[in-house]
């Protein structure tokens, strides 16, 4: 049986689905890492998908990833229906008993005293793993945080349901025993009003402490196919209709300008390739040049060599941002766009309205689309190398503060 020390450092689990990528919960459990390791504690890591951490420090659970095939049966029959079939009920149960007795196992590997549930107490990805974390934290003394990032609330796809009993159970759970934590404030009143718990608001951050050193260009716009007086675009998201790439594509259309280059960094990632046969549709009725960069441009990170350029380096060739999502839990994408100094056009989604905005930021704003005052925005920015660079180091320094 796992005992919690009460004074001295912390030995910590962060628990989520995968741990990979440049996905917004991987990066926030590689930052939260650095700072609770600076301040002394030691970190592991479980999940169904855990390949760019210290193998001796991780412990993966198969059951654990969403894209096991029998969790994803469980997603298949769990949404779109009302009526349940008690082989699913079945199936959950069994499913929820293995990674149970696996996290455990965990636990007393580790010697925990921590876990740090990432986003598996929030959106219903992988409902196994939540009912079992909620079992683990009933019955065992390890403390809990959970970090929410995607509330089952925020995504229509759930919202017809066969499972409201494990929803309510587990995403989130009302359960005085964690602690919660969200990453905007619209996320924290919609929690407390539904579950009637407190939890504290810590942004997605970037170490502005400790700015990207100035690099060489590394070949990257010859291995897309750009010369190096093209205009370089760069959407840094995944390709899901959200990021909402059709309007990066009105606005390379509209800029009317050949040398003009419109870069996705990401693969489609989970949710399927039918979006991107979509833009790819629409970029060529249009007549823009859209490069798909994902097979070329790494999402690891800078070094962690899954393709020959990492995002960074991505980010150090662009010239202009483009980051019009329809809606995000924070805006990682925006935070890393003023961290490598780069202009960047937004869309004004509601919670850069609420959390990001105020701060001042000096962005290429839009309401959901393009209009003839931002083409020109646009255009100043990409020749008036003194105004653009009057707008980054502002931002800059506003991330810094």
Same mark, same amino acid.
């Given at each position: 049986? &796992?005992?919690?020390?009460?004074?001295?450092?912390?030995?910590?689990?962060?628990?989520? @689905? =995968? %741990?990979?990528?440049?996905?917004? &919960?991987?990066?926030?459990?590689?930052?939260? !890492?650095?700072?609770?390791?600076?301040?002394?504690?030691?970190?592991?890591?479980?999940?169904?998908?855990?390949?760019?951490?210290?193998?001796?420090?991780?412990?993966?659970?198969?059951?654990?990833?969403?894209?096991?095939?029998?969790?994803?049966? *469980?997603? $298949?029959?769990?949404?779109?229906?009302?009526?349940?079939?008690?082989?699913?009920?079945?199936?959950?149960?069994?499913?929820?008993?293995?990674?149970?007795?696996?996290? $455990?196992?965990?636990?007393?590997? /580790?010697?925990?005293?921590?876990?740090?549930?990432?986003?598996?107490?929030?959106?219903?990805?992988?409902?196994?793993?939540?009912?079992?974390?909620?079992?683990?934290?009933?019955?065992?003394? *390890?403390?809990? %945080?959970?970090?929410?990032?995607?509330?089952?609330?925020?995504?229509?796809?759930?919202?017809?349901?066969?499972?409201?009993?494990?929803?309510?159970?587990?995403?989130?759970?009302?359960?005085?025993?964690?602690?919660?934590?969200?990453?905007?404030?619209?996320?924290?009143?919609?929690?407390?009003?539904?579950?009637?718990?407190?939890?504290?608001?810590?942004?997605? &951050?970037?170490?502005?402490?400790?700015?990207?050193?100035?690099?060489?260009?590394?070949?990257?716009?010859?291995?897309?196919?750009?010369?190096?007086?093209?205009?370089?675009?760069?959407?840094?998201? $995944?390709?899901?209709?959200?990021?909402? %790439?059709? @309007?990066? %594509?009105?606005? &390379?259309?509209?800029?009317?300008?050949? $040398?003009?280059? +419109?870069?996705?960094?990401?693969?489609?990632?989970?949710?399927?390739?039918?979006?991107? =046969?979509?833009? +790819?549709?629409?970029?060529?009725?249009?007549?823009?040049? +859209?490069?798909? !960069?994902?097979?070329?441009?790494?999402?690891?990170?800078?070094?962690?060599?899954?393709?020959?350029?990492?995002?960074?380096?991505?980010?150090?060739?662009?010239?202009?941002? @483009?980051?019009?999502?329809?809606?995000?839990?924070?805006?990682?994408?925006?935070?890393?766009?003023?961290?490598? =100094?780069?202009?960047?056009?937004?869309?004004?989604?509601?919670?850069?309205?609420?959390?990001?905005?105020?701060?001042? /930021?000096?962005?290429?704003?839009?309401?959901?689309?393009?209009?003839?005052?931002?083409? !020109?925005?646009?255009?100043?920015?990409?020749?008036?190398? !003194?105004?653009?660079?009057?707008?980054?180091?502002?931002?800059?320094?506003?991330?810094?503060?």
């Amino acid at each position: 049986m &796992v005992t919690r020390k009460k004074n001295g450092p912390k030995r910590i689990g962060f628990v989520s @689905t =995968r %741990i990979s990528g440049t996905d917004g &919960v991987s990066l926030e459990i590689e930052k939260w !890492a650095h700072v609770l390791e600076s301040m002394g504690h030691r970190c592991f890591y479980i999940a169904g998908l855990c390949d760019d951490r210290p193998p001796e420090r991780c412990h993966v659970i198969p059951e654990a990833h969403f894209r096991h095939p029998d969790i994803e049966v *469980v997603s $298949r029959e769990s949404f779109g229906g009302r009526l349940r079939a008690p082989e699913l009920s079945d199936r959950v149960r069994e499913l929820t008993a293995r990674i149970d007795a696996q996290l $455990r196992a965990a636990i007393e590997r /580790f010697d925990l005293d921590v876990l740090i549930a990432e986003n598996c107490l929030t959106i219903p990805m992988n409902i196994p793993l939540g009912l079992a974390l909620v079992e683990t934290i009933m019955e065992t003394p *390890v403390a809990c %945080i959970a970090h929410h990032h995607d509330f089952v609330w925020e995504r229509d796809r759930f919202l017809v349901n066969c499972v409201d009993d494990y929803l309510v159970t587990a995403f989130p759970p009302r359960l005085a025993q964690i602690d919660h934590v969200v990453i905007n404030t619209q996320a924290a009143s919609e929690f407390s009003r539904r579950t009637g718990l407190p939890c504290t608001v810590v942004p997605n &951050v970037m170490d502005f402490d400790r700015p990207p050193a100035a690099a060489a260009p590394r070949g990257l716009r010859a291995a897309l196919g750009i010369r190096d007086d093209d205009i370089l675009v760069l959407q840094p998201t $995944r390709i899901v209709q959200r990021k909402g %790439i059709e @309007t990066s %594509i009105e606005l &390379v259309r509209r800029l009317d300008d050949p $040398r003009v280059k +419109l870069v996705v960094s990401h693969t489609a990632g989970d949710e399927g390739d039918t979006y991107a =046969r979509r833009i +790819l549709d629409y970029a060529a009725l249009l007549g823009v040049e +859209l490069i798909l !960069a994902g097979d070329v441009i790494d999402a690891g990170g800078a070094d962690s060599g899954a393709a020959p350029f990492s995002i960074w380096d991505a980010y150090e060739e662009a010239d202009l941002i @483009t980051y019009p999502s329809t809606y995000e839990g924070f805006g990682n994408a925006f935070l890393e766009a003023v961290y490598h =100094r780069r202009p960047i056009l937004c869309n004004r989604y509601s919670i850069f309205r609420t959390d990001i905005e105020p701060l001042g /930021f000096n962005t290429i704003e839009i309401d959901g689309y393009i209009t003839d005052d931002v083409l !020109a925005e646009v255009r100043r920015v990409l020749e008036d190398a !003194a105004y653009r660079q009057d707008m980054v180091e502002q931002n800059f320094r506003i991330g810094l503060q």
